[in-house]
């Protein structure tokens, strides 16, 4: 019987996540995988915006979305698939600074 998959303990056990991200991530009180399953991946990367100053890319949203994913159906997905899928969410995001 195979084994269930081991499930994320740490943001760096997430695919797409490496320690910079992770940091980051840490820096606006997210620590612990459960916590990016419970938050819109386009919040998220909006408050990443002033944390991560220059660093600030798309592809940091493509990731969050890939990182959901995973977290919603198991399957790892490298985060570039999901280019077209965030630039949807961009186009259709206001210019507002998140509070």
């Avoid at 998220?44 to 890939?66: F, Q, S």
């Avoid at 949807?88 to 998140?98: E, F, Q, V």
Wanted: some cysteine.
């Amino acid at each position: 019987m195979p084994k269930p998959p081991r499930q994320p303990v740490r943001l760096e056990d997430l695919p797409n996540i490496g320690p910079s991200i992770a940091a980051d991530l840490r820096g606006i009180g997210i620590l612990e995988p459960a916590q990016l399953a419970t938050r819109d991946p386009l919040g998220i990367y909006l408050a990443l915006g002033p944390r991560m100053e220059h660093r600030h890319d798309p592809c940091v949203l493509y990731t969050l979305l890939a990182v959901r994913h995973f977290l919603d159906t198991g399957d790892v997905v490298p985060w570039w698939k999901f280019t077209a899928a965030g630039k949807r969410l961009l186009a259709g995001h206001t210019t507002t600074t998140p509070r």
